[in-house]
T-cell receptor, first 110, second 114 residues
Framework: EDQVTQSPEALRLQEGESSSLNCSYTVSGLRGLFWYRQDPGKGPEFLFTLYSAGEEKEKERLKATLTKKESFLHITAPKPEDSATYLCARRAGGYNKLIFGAGTRLAVHP | ETGVTQTPRHLVMGMTNKKSLKCEQHLGHNAMYWYKQSAKKPLELMFVYSLEERVENNSVPSRFSPECPNSSHLFLHLHTLQPEDSALYLC?????????????FGEGSRLTVL
């Protein structure tokens, strides 16, 4: 079964302590890998789309990278406002149908 | 109003009740989605509508009945639910022919079934 697996399930960082979140997928012929951020009590908010191995996207302290088997979300010098659940998803057919991973809950402490 | 709006934000219902969740998008998109989010589980795609036609029914029990009367509105009618149906129900919209694959989500309706 095609899956999207995220690790770790939860991550606690000190402010300024850089780290990476992992997203692995088992499907061949990836048609898009997506990262979203979800704050408590809110819906997910789109961050990045990646299509090809070697592709990278950046936004402020976040950088997403893609290989043939996995994607990483690198967080450089995080701040408490970066605390959220980060979701990874892949496209699963037409109509922008997405299959999501369970997410990584990130907590950044001052 | 902008973006994707869901009402009600919170709903408590008994197993014999009938209720509906409403979603409205003001983005001019042509596809709308219902997702279910349970604690510590991935978002589960329930239904997809494109141009007001249902194009995906992801093996969802018949006690959930979607309705898309036009491209801006999406409903999820609920009846005879079970306690395990308690979850956050998220509506999303997108432009199907966009190559970014970006979905715009509402803030969700938190459903509790007693």
């Amino acid at each position: 079964e095609d899956q999207v697996t995220q690790s770790p399930e939860a991550l606690r960082l000190q402010e300024g302590e850089s780290s990476s979140l992992n997203c692995s997928y088992t499907v061949s012929g990836l048609r898009g890998l997506f990262w979203y951020r979800q704050d408590p009590g809110k819906g997910p908010e789109f961050l990045f789309t990646l299509y090809s191995a070697g592709e990278e996207k950046e936004k402020e302290r976040l950088k997403a990278t893609l290989t043939k088997k996995e994607s990483f979300l690198h967080i450089t010098a995080p701040k408490p406002e970066d605390s959220a659940t980060y979701l990874c998803a892949r496209r699963a057919g037409g109509y922008n149908k997405l299959i999501f991973g369970a997410g990584t809950r990130l907590a950044v402490h001052p | 109003e902008t973006g994707v709006t869901q009402t009600p934000r919170h709903l408590v219902m008994g197993m014999t009740n009938k209720k509906s969740l409403k979603c409205e998008q003001h983005l001019g998109h042509n596809a709308m989605y219902w997702y279910k989010q349970s604690a510590k589980k991935p978002l589960e795609l329930m239904f997809v509508y494109s141009l007001e036609e249902r194009v995906e029914n992801n093996s969802v029990p018949s006690r959930f009945s979607p309705e898309c009367p036009n491209s801006s509105h999406l409903f999820l009618h609920l009846h005879t639910l079970q306690p395990e149906d308690s979850a956050l129900y998220l509506c999303a919209s997108s432009q199907v022919d966009s190559n970014t694959g970006e979905l715009f989500f509402g803030e969700g309706s938190r459903l509790t079934v007693l």
